[in-house]
Nanobody, 121 residues
Framework: EVQLVESGGGLVQAGGSLRLSCAAS????????IGWFRQAPGKEREGLSC???????YYADSVKGRFTISRDNAKNTVYLQMNSLKPDDTAVYYC???????????????WGKGTLVNVSS
């Protein structure tokens, strides 16, 4: 059974930082791209970032320059370092696995259950 488990969410003040982790099991991690998405109440799920099997990285304009994605294949884990957080970043953050990077949720086969990030002003 494939499992993706997010961790690292929490409450942070505007301007602060958090690092999210996505731990994967049950799949050949090296063969999968991993993406990060978020969904705020009343809004559509938004693709934020993705890291390919070769380490290529992609970012949405909304987070470019503030968020950094990385992967540790030895630990089957992908990280999302989030700096300069804003109240608009408040959402549930999800990681997802796919054969390749893309910004659309339907491209991803495997999903975690999410971790809540709450940025206070």
């Amino acid at each position: 059974e494939v499992q993706l488990v997010e961790s690292g969410g929490g409450l942070v003040q505007a301007g602060g930082s958090l690092r999210l982790s996505c731990a994967a099991s049950g799949l050949t991690f090296d063969d999968h791209a991993i993406g990060w998405f978020r969904q705020a109440p009343g809004k559509e799920r938004e693709g934020l970032s993705c890291i390919s099997t070769s380490g290529g990285t992609y970012y949405a304009d909304s987070v470019k320059g503030r968020f950094t994605i990385s992967r540790d294949n030895a630990k089957n884990t992908v990280y999302l370092q989030m700096n300069s957080l804003k109240p608009d970043d408040t959402a549930v953050y999800y990681c997802a696995g796919s054969n390749g990077c893309g910004s659309r949720a339907y491209l991803y086969d495997y999903w975690g259950k999410g971790t809540l990030v709450n940025v206070s002003s």
